[in-house]
């Protein structure tokens, strides 16, 4: 049992602390707080936001038209910022589809971003927002193997046609994939059983199921045949494809139940300050690429719209490479723009305060004061993390609550598992990991992206052990480490890393280039991070780097063990920097051609919910934490 907090945060009298995902910011005024709860489509902005439920419309009903959703009124200390002069006026994008192109089911390798590479795509096409699917956490049951391009051998059940019965569900332990699915007339079934809002065939679905080619296994079909093994960037050994989706059909939908492994949030993220609400309208599959779209718009109050995805509790991984290739939004040299690409472990969802509260941003297994709030005992020591840390909280080291699911844990209590050898819990948590975020120096007008971990607890002042060999920086004439190191809600490693300026934006129109990023890690405590920027290694933290602090009394900190879900967004926030209304130009998107998970063949990990660290039944048991 963690004791109470000795010294609770100071009363909100100041400027609000807003969160994640942690953001690189030239103000060092500014101190995020942790990715809490955002409210949701159909309940009020809230200024001074609590903990308590928020209304959420049920998993179990269609999503209503944009038409249909109830407004919200925005915070009444949210000023609006003006509009910028005008819209973009290049329509860049709007390439008519090339008939024979559209005959190949292999996407053209796009290393220009021309009319020409975007027009090449699958001739599949997937149903609008009306259909539902979910798959169990668990990948096992999905009767498909971890390196084949994805399919099983019974696709042809799950092929709908202009006859087929709706089946509601069925358990997640019978030994077929665990996916809604229409029944050919030949299997006679008429009775389908319902499914519970607490089964992990997945409590999104309604039991309803879009038209599909089957191309829903973890790899893509569409994913080339040279991209099936990589070389790590680590030690140069092969990496084996593990998971894929190249958006190569067109017109896909991401709300709640309408693709296995990605759901768009509708929900205004108040913890930064956000400018735009988060609606599923702003993510969509076009011209062979994931699009996500930052509009100004009217939208439940607010001015703007934007748009974020995520694996959560769909797809996860540990271990491994992470893989992207994206255009980024907006042009290099205006600042304001806030496109992101980052994981997180299963146990907390962002967005969903109750379940990150305790969580984030923890990867830690020792029992000790790195566990309790405050990383203090309730004596107020050590004295050293009550003085000379974060100068915008008196100085105090952390205002984190404790870990949730800690080492402590004493048998019996609440906790996932899995235990230790010596039968104590393993302490478990949500790490964060940034692909990147991308910023504009706003003094060298210079695109740039941070690459960042977040952690918890922290070290003295937040400052990691660089002094012995943990720090690798290939080329520092691109790449220098962030001035921003935490505050009391964060501990981060980042570095600011230059982009390629000369084609890697959106405003360069049909010129404009798909850029590779990623990070490859190694997880525990001899593990390592490395981060890729426009496909090289941009920088590398090895665990440690985190090691014990004898001050402030943090042990190794573990490199994240968790299962990581995957998210991207595309934001605008004066929380996140300054922000040029009268420059930027709206629309904005983010172009992402593919997302990639390779692993060493022999250390696989695939799933939300692994043996070794399991998230099913502590999710199942807290299920309003994570939904409400």
Same mark, same amino acid.
């Given at each position: 049992?963690?004791?109470?907090?000795?010294?609770?945060?100071?009363?909100?009298?100041?400027?609000?602390?807003?969160?994640?995902?942690?953001?690189?910011?030239?103000?060092?005024?500014?101190?995020?707080?942790?990715?809490?709860?955002?409210?949701?489509?159909?309940?009020?902005?809230?200024?001074?936001?609590?903990?308590?439920?928020?209304?959420?419309?049920?998993?179990?009903?269609?999503?209503?038209?944009?038409?249909?959703?109830?407004?919200?009124?925005? =915070?009444?200390?949210?000023?609006?910022?003006?509009? =910028?002069?005008?819209?973009?006026?290049?329509?860049?994008?709007?390439?008519?589809?090339?008939?024979?192109?559209?005959?190949?089911?292999?996407?053209?390798?796009?290393?220009?971003?021309?009319?020409?590479?975007?027009?090449?795509?699958?001739?599949?096409?997937?149903?609008?927002?009306?259909?539902?699917?979910?798959?169990?956490?668990?990948?096992?049951?999905? &009767?498909?193997?971890?390196?084949?391009?994805?399919?099983?051998?019974?696709?042809?059940?799950?092929?709908?046609?202009?006859?087929?019965?709706?089946?509601?569900?069925?358990?997640?332990?019978?030994?077929?994939?665990?996916?809604?699915?229409?029944?050919?007339?030949?299997?006679?079934?008429?009775?389908?059983?319902?499914?519970?809002?607490?089964?992990?065939?997945?409590?999104?679905?309604?039991?309803?199921?879009?038209?599909?080619?089957?191309?829903?296994?973890?790899?893509?079909?569409?994913?080339?045949?040279?991209?099936?093994?990589?070389?790590?960037?680590?030690?140069?050994?092969?990496?084996?494809?593990?998971?894929?989706?190249?958006?190569?059909?067109?017109?896909?939908?991401?709300?709640?139940?309408?693709?296995?492994?990605?759901?768009?949030?509708?929900?205004?993220?108040?913890?930064?300050?956000?400018?735009?609400?988060?609606?599923?309208?702003?993510?969509?599959?076009?011209?062979?690429?994931?699009?996500?779209?930052?509009?100004?718009?009217?939208?439940?109050?607010?001015?703007?719209?934007?748009?974020?995805?995520?694996?959560?509790?769909?797809?996860?991984?540990?271990?491994?490479?992470?893989?992207?290739?994206?255009?980024?939004?907006?042009?290099?040299?205006?600042?304001?723009?806030?496109?992101?690409?980052?994981?997180?472990?299963?146990?907390?969802?962002?967005?969903?305060?109750?379940?990150?509260?305790?969580?984030?941003?923890?990867?830690?297994?020792?029992?000790?004061?790195?566990?309790?709030?405050?990383?203090?005992?309730?004596?107020?020591?050590?004295?050293?993390?009550?003085?000379?840390?974060?100068?915008?909280?008196?100085?105090?080291?952390?205002?984190?609550?404790?870990?949730?699911?800690?080492?402590?844990?004493?048998?019996? &209590?609440?906790? =996932?598992? =899995?235990?230790?050898?010596?039968?104590?819990?393993?302490?478990?948590?949500?790490?964060?990991?940034?692909?990147?975020?991308?910023?504009?120096?706003?003094?060298?007008?210079?695109?740039?992206?941070?690459?960042?971990?977040?952690?918890?607890?922290?070290?003295?002042?937040?400052?990691?052990?660089?002094?012995?060999?943990?720090?690798?920086?290939?080329?520092?004439?691109?790449?220098?480490?962030?001035?921003?190191?935490?505050?009391?809600?964060?501990?981060?490693?980042?570095?600011?890393?230059?982009?390629?300026?000369?084609?890697?934006? &959106?405003?360069?129109?049909?010129?404009?280039?798909?850029?590779?990023?990623?990070?490859?890690?190694?997880?525990?405590?001899?593990?390592?991070?490395?981060?890729?920027?426009?496909?090289?290694?941009?920088?590398?933290?090895?665990?440690?780097?985190?090691?014990?602090?004898?001050?402030?009394?943090?042990?190794?900190?573990?490199?994240?063990?968790?299962?990581?879900?995957?998210?991207?967004?595309?934001?605008?926030?004066?929380?996140?920097?300054?922000?040029?209304?009268?420059?930027?130009?709206?629309?904005?998107?983010?172009?992402?051609?593919?997302?990639?998970?390779?692993?060493?063949?022999?250390?696989?990990?695939?799933?939300?919910?692994?043996?070794?660290?399991?998230?099913?039944?502590?999710?199942?048991?807290?299920?309003?934490?994570?939904?409400?």
């Amino acid at each position: 049992m963690l004791p109470a907090n000795p010294r609770p945060p100071r009363p909100n009298n100041g400027p609000q602390i807003r969160g994640g995902p942690s953001p690189f910011v030239q103000s060092p005024a500014y101190r995020p707080a942790p990715p809490t709860r955002a409210h949701h489509a159909n309940a009020p902005i809230d200024p001074n936001p609590t903990f308590g439920k928020l209304p959420l419309a049920s998993f179990m009903q269609t999503v209503p038209a944009a038409s249909e959703r109830s407004p919200a009124v925005p =915070p009444s200390n949210m000023l609006m910022p003006p509009a =910028p002069p005008q819209f973009y006026n290049r329509r860049i994008f709007e390439a008519e589809k090339d008939p024979e192109a559209s005959s190949s089911s292999t996407k053209v390798e796009k290393s220009r971003f021309s009319f020409d590479s975007l027009t090449s795509r699958s001739t599949a096409s997937l149903a609008s927002s009306s259909g539902k699917i979910a798959l169990s956490a668990d990948p096992e049951s999905w &009767e498909i193997n971890p390196g084949t391009p994805g399919f099983s051998p019974d696709d042809w059940i799950r092929v709908a046609t202009a006859r087929t019965t709706e089946v509601q569900a069925y358990s997640p332990d019978e030994d077929l994939l665990t996916i809604a699915f229409p029944i050919i007339n030949k299997f006679g079934l008429d009775k389908p059983r319902s499914l519970s809002t607490t089964t992990f065939a997945g409590f999104n679905a309604t039991g309803q199921i879009p038209a599909m080619n089957g191309n829903f296994g973890l790899i893509d079909r569409d994913t080339p045949a040279n991209a099936y093994t990589t070389v790590s960037y680590q030690d140069g050994s092969e990496l084996q494809l593990v998971f894929s989706d190249e958006f190569n059909v067109d017109g896909r939908t991401f709300y709640p139940g309408d693709d296995p492994y990605w759901e768009a949030e509708d929900l205004y993220y108040w913890e930064t300050g956000n400018l735009n609400w988060y609606d599923p309208d702003a993510v969509i599959t076009r011209n062979g690429s994931l699009v996500i779209t930052l509009s100004q718009q009217e939208s439940h109050g607010l001015q703007y719209q934007g748009g974020l995805i995520s694996s959560w509790n769909k797809f996860c991984f540990t271990g491994g490479l992470l893989e992207v290739s994206a255009i980024l939004p907006g042009a290099s040299d205006i600042q304001g723009l806030w496109p992101a690409i980052w994981s997180m472990g299963n146990l907390g969802r962002m967005g969903y305060g109750a379940s990150l509260e305790g969580m984030w941003p923890y990867t830690y297994d020792s029992c000790d004061v790195g566990t309790l709030p405050n990383q203090t005992f309730p004596d107020g020591t050590p004295l050293a993390n009550t003085q000379g840390n974060d100068p915008q909280n008196f100085g105090s080291l952390s205002y984190l609550p404790g870990q949730r699911l800690s080492a402590c844990t004493c048998s019996g &209590e609440d906790h =996932p598992g =899995p235990k230790a050898a010596d039968g104590s819990f393993v302490g478990r948590g949500s790490p964060e990991i940034d692909i990147f975020e991308a910023t504009v120096d706003g003094v060298a007008k210079i695109g740039k992206v941070s690459q960042s971990a977040q952690w918890a607890p922290y070290n003295l002042r937040y400052k990691p052990d660089f002094t012995n060999g943990s720090l690798i920086i290939p080329n520092p004439a691109i790449t220098e480490i962030n001035e921003f190191v935490g505050g009391v809600f964060q501990q981060t490693t980042s570095a600011l890393v230059d982009t390629n300026s000369a084609c890697g934006y &959106e405003a360069s129109g049909a010129d404009a280039c798909f850029n590779t990023y990623g990070f490859e890690y190694s997880t525990g405590n001899d593990g390592y991070i490395t981060w890729i920027s426009s496909g090289q290694v941009s920088w590398s933290i090895k665990a440690e780097a985190m090691k014990a602090d004898p001050v402030s009394g943090a042990s190794q900190r573990p490199v994240s063990q968790e299962p990581m879900y995957i998210i991207a967004n595309l934001a605008l926030s004066e929380s996140f920097g300054f922000i040029d209304f009268a420059n930027l130009q709206f629309p904005a998107n983010m172009y992402i051609d593919y997302i990639r998970v390779y692993q060493k063949p022999d250390q696989i990990n695939v799933g939300c919910s692994p043996k070794d660290f399991p998230t099913e039944s502590y999710i199942e048991n807290h299920i309003e934490a994570y939904t409400k």
